[in-house]
C-alpha cells in the first residue's frame, strides 16, 4: 500500500492507456471492416457485370449459331445454282441475281441498245439485268418460263 491518491492515479492512467488502445484496436477494427464491406460491395458489382456479360455472350452465341445455320444453307442452295441467260438458277427454276446470289429478283424494264426489254433488277444493283440468250437479249418473263418448264 503505499500513497492512496498515487494508486488512484496509476489506474486512471491504466484505464485511459487501455481505453486509448482499446480505441486504437477499433478504429483498426472499423477500417478493417470498412474495406472488406468495400471490397465485397465491388465483388458483387463485378459478378452482377459477369453475369450481364455472360447473358450478352449467350444470345450473342444463339445468334451467330443462327446465322452459320442461315449462311450453310445459303451455301447450300448457292452450290446448287446453274448460270442460264447469264443469271443463276436453282433446280426450282428461281432466279438469283448475277453479282450477289440472291433471290427476289423484280421483273423491271431495262434498254438495250434501242430495245426494250424486261430485265431484272436486284436491290444490290441500281439498274437491272439484261438477259441474254446467244448474243440476244431474252424478256426475263419469258427465261423464267422457260427455266420453269425445264424441271
Ligand atoms: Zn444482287
Same mark, same amino acid.
Given at each position: 500500500?503505499?500513497?492512496?491518491f ?11 492507456g =487501455? =481505453? ?13 471492416y470498412?474495406a472488406?464491406?468495400?471490397e465485397l =460491395?465491388? +465483388?458483387?458489382?463485378?459478378e ?18 443462327t446465322q ?19 443469271v ?6 428461281n ?5 450477289c ?8 424494264w ?5 430495245q426494250?426489254?424486261?430485265g431484272?433488277?436486284?436491290?444490290c +444493283?441500281? +439498274?437491272?439485268?439484261i ?9 426475263a418473263q419469258?427465261?423464267m ?7
Amino acid at each position: 500500500m503505499g500513497i492512496p491518491f498515487l494508486g488512484e492515479i496509476e489506474k486512471l492512467i491504466n484505464e485511459h492507456g =487501455s =481505453s486509448k488502445i482499446l480505441q486504437e484496436r477499433i478504429a483498426l477494427a472499423n477500417d478493417q471492416y470498412a474495406a472488406l464491406e468495400k471490397e465485397l =460491395s465491388a +465483388s458483387k458489382t463485378r459478378e452482377a457485370q459477369f453475369e450481364t456479360e455472360n447473358l450478352r455472350l449467350k444470345l450473342d452465341n444463339e445468334q451467330l449459331k443462327t446465322q452459320v445455320r442461315e449462311l450453310h444453307d445459303q451455301i447450300h442452295e448457292i452450290n446448287l445454282l446453274t448460270v442460264k441467260y447469264g443469271v443463276y438458277w436453282d433446280k426450282d427454276g428461281n432466279v438469283y441475281c448475277p453479282k450477289c446470289k440472291t433471290p427476289g429478283l423484280k421483273v423491271a424494264w431495262a434498254t438495250y441498245v434501242r430495245q426494250q426489254v424486261h430485265g431484272l433488277k436486284c436491290t444490290c +444493283s441500281d +439498274s437491272p439485268f439484261i438477259l441474254m440468250e446467244n448474243g440476244e437479249p431474252i424478256h426475263a418473263q419469258e427465261a423464267m418460263k422457260l427455266m420453269a418448264q425445264q424441271r
